[in-house]
């Protein structure tokens, strides 16, 4: 083990909700609720800074929610008109009906929001488990994909990081229980300082107010009775997803992609390893890779700017950036 994985928190730290974003509703961004026979999606928005710009949508990871992607809005406002959702179960969103919370499920809840919206096609993005649901998106629809940015995609890897392991344990049948147990005496600071510890390449770089937000929106989260029902769900419906064949193998639909897509990897991660950035880049036929030595997880949340130069480069590439 290196010293690194040593100095990592222990136990369930990967259970928790990632850290929000500081942006709020009222705050320079929209929050409304899209509802759908059997669905009702939180969706929230930053407007654009001049009409006409290109749509996008933001697809968070496991366990966050849109909150996760408003520094990148925030970034990309003067170069799309994005828009962020919240999976069923998570954030503000209720469970979905049929409680369908695998891979294809969360993909459908997509694609049955960008076909109700009239949106499509969009410049997708997605973080961790929202990278899978995404590439899934990408692979079946690519009349509503326009060109797939991927920040630390879960992507299945033959020998995982020892730190991503308790992650993939909460897809054990009575996981989320035992840890409940075993950390019912845990502050809401306490919690939000693993979970930061184990997304953020530097948990020292989120600010006071940034962090106080994280507690916030995590004691919210805490009280919803469906919390760790979704979040166990979830991470069943990930592991069961890797270890499908055929056409429905998430490698060979990564293959299957057409959409310019853009690989974003933290050399700090601990739930997704930077040496999938080259296994990624084969896989998608038409990509190219922004490596962070520093970041962690969410290079979104942790380097903005970066992100966004490098998806403004994609755009300036290709075709695909105009309205």
Known sequence: MSSTEQSQP??????EVPPAGRSRAGEDETHRFVSLPGLTLSVRGRPARRAGLPAALYVHGLGGSSLNWSPLMRELADTVDGE??????????????DGDYSVSGHARAVIRHLDAAGRGPVHLFGNSLGGTVATRVAAVRPDLVRTLTLV???LPELRPQRTAVPTALLAVPGATRLFGRMTRHWTAERRTREVLALCYGDPASVSREDFEAAVAEYERRLALPYFWDSLARSARGLVSAYTLGGQHALWRQAERVLAPTLLVYGGRDLLVSSRMARRANAAFRDSRLLALPDAGHVAMMEYPGAVAG???DLLGDTDTGRG
């Open 152 to 154: 630390s995609p879960a």
């Open 10 to 15: 222990q136990a369930a730290a990967p259970f």
């Open 310 to 312: 490098a998806f403004r």
């Open 84 to 97: 962020a959702l919240d999976l069923p179960g998570f954030g503000h969103s209720p469970p979905p009906d």
